[in-house]
């Protein structure tokens, strides 16, 4: 661990992004930096393995973010469209909103026991817990963006309003298919566990 004020460290420019923005975030450039050796994390030469083993982790926490805020979008979605009259009735009672109500919640569900799955395989320390990761990941941020942009088209035009957290909810979303490795990337794990010989009698 390197203390953040240690010489030869330096920032850049706090980056202007689409969402996250409760995050900073900036380039840090590392020029000499000295390590004493109480700082090391393990033995000279594991830096690579150390950070690797710790994708998984973030990969499940990315997920999980996901998650935290498809499943607010939809509660506040389903308050919306209670209140909403059209036609002198609630939105809620056409058939189409719940439709579109049932398939999100069923997405938000199966996307919450993925991740927890992957979380068990990976407190497990089961062999397969890399490619459970790398499911949970693809499919939660995948299926939470998705939840919070038709929970915004739930809300019309409001949506659209920052008066309104849904603007913000799929923008910050947005940003968890990316980080943590991409989903196309996600897909390359996946598909060349699938691809050794008896993987796909261990995934399962």
Request: glycine fraction near 8%; hydrophobic fraction near 45%; aromatic fraction near 8%.
């Amino acid at each position: 661990l390197i203390p953040a004020d240690a010489e030869g460290i330096s920032y850049g420019k706090k980056e202007e992004k689409m969402g996250w923005n409760a995050q900073p975030t900036r380039m840090i450039s590392f020029d000499n930096v000295r390590v004493p050796v109480a700082n090391r994390l393990g033995k000279e030469g594991q830096g690579f393995a150390i950070a690797m083993e710790g994708l998984d982790g973030g990969r499940i926490n990315i997920a999980t973010c996901s998650v935290g805020t498809a499943q607010q979008a939809l509660v506040e979605a389903t308050a919306y469209v209670q209140e909403r009259q059209q036609f002198n009735q609630s939105i809620a009672e056409f058939q189409a909103t719940q439709f579109r109500l049932a398939d999100l919640q069923t997405e938000l569900v199966a996307a919450r026991n993925m991740v927890r799955l992957a979380a068990f395989k990976l407190d497990a320390n089961d062999p397969q817990a890399t490619t459970y990761c790398a499911m949970a990941k693809r499919f939660a941020t995948d299926a939470g963006f998705d939840v919070c942009n038709q929970a915004l088209q739930l809300f019309g035009g409001y949506g659209y309003i920052r008066e309104y957290p849904m603007e913000r909810f799929v923008r910050d979303t947005r940003v968890h298919q990316i980080l943590e490795g991409t989903n196309e990337v996600m897909r390359v794990i996946i598909a060349r566990r699938m691809l050794m010989e008896g993987a796909l009698e261990v995934i399962k």
